[in-house]
């Protein structure tokens, strides 16, 4: 079963600090990766998505085949990025369908 | 343009009461995913459609849960004799494509007391 992990629960950084939010999946393939995010308030969005490129707000994410990882990195993090974020691969990638398996999300706490 | 809407946005329900849950996807959205999210967990897959075809019904977690989409394009997400394990949030989602961006609703907050 294709699953994904997100180790921490809370991450919290101060503002300025780099930050990495961490994310490993299990499935072989190539597969698709987003990370969404739901800020305070609001519905859950897409931050980034592998294949595309696509991505808000400065935050990047390699696929590291090897490691089965798809980290979330940020250089400098900023107040406004403290959310709730979801690593998410799809399932049945290749296929047709692609329903999202989430993982169960990283709080990520920047402090002034 | 218009987003992904869900109605009601929060629906308190007596044990055993049905309840019915909507979601209007953005228009033109071929795929329509249904998620039930616990209080402190991740979105978990309830079900999918591809147009008014149900094409994945695997993550309903019982026969009370029963979902529809007619015309291929609003879906009802129907629930029958409410459990408390049955309180999360559920969040519709539609795509153009099935591997492409989902796009989020506001979700319905449902509790059964």
């Known amino acids: 079963a294709q699953r994904v992990t997100q180790p921490e629960k809370l991450l919290s950084v101060f503002k300025g600090a780099p930050v990495e939010l961490k994310c490993n999946y299990s499935?072989?393939?190539?597969?698709?990766l987003f990370w969404y995010v739901q800020y305070s308030r609001q519905r859950l969005q897409l931050l980034l998505r592998h294949i595309s490129r696509e991505s808000i707000k400065g935050f990047t994410a390699d696929l590291n085949k090897g490691e089965t990882s798809f980290h979330l990195k940020k250089p400098f993090a900023q107040e406004e990025d403290s959310a709730m974020y979801y690593c998410?691969?799809?399932?049945?990638?290749?296929?047709?369908?692609?329903?999202?398996?989430f993982g169960k999300g990283t709080k990520l706490s920047v402090k002034p | 343009g218009a987003g992904v809407s869900q109605s009601p946005r929060y629906k308190v329900a007596k044990r055993g009461q049905d309840v019915a849950l909507r979601c209007d996807p953005i228009s033109g959205h071929v795929s329509l995913f249904w998620y039930q999210q616990a209080l402190g967990q991740g979105p978990e897959f309830l079900t999918y459609?591809?147009?008014?075809?149900?094409?994945?019904k695997s993550g309903l977690p019982s026969d009370r849960f029963f979902a529809e989409r007619p015309e291929g394009s609003v879906s009802t997400l129907k629930i029958q004799r409410t459990q408390q394990e049955d309180s999360a949030v559920y969040l519709c989602?539609?795509?153009?494509?099935?591997?492409?961006?989902?796009?989020f609703g506001p979700g319905t907050r449902l509790l059964v007391l």
């Open positions: 989602a539609s795509s153009f494509l099935g591997q492409e961006t989902q796009y």
């Open positions: 499935y072989s393939g190539s597969p698709e």
């Open positions: 998410a691969p799809p399932h049945n990638y290749g296929g047709s369908q692609g329903n999202l398996i």
């Open positions: 459609f591809q147009n008014e075809a149900q094409l994945d």
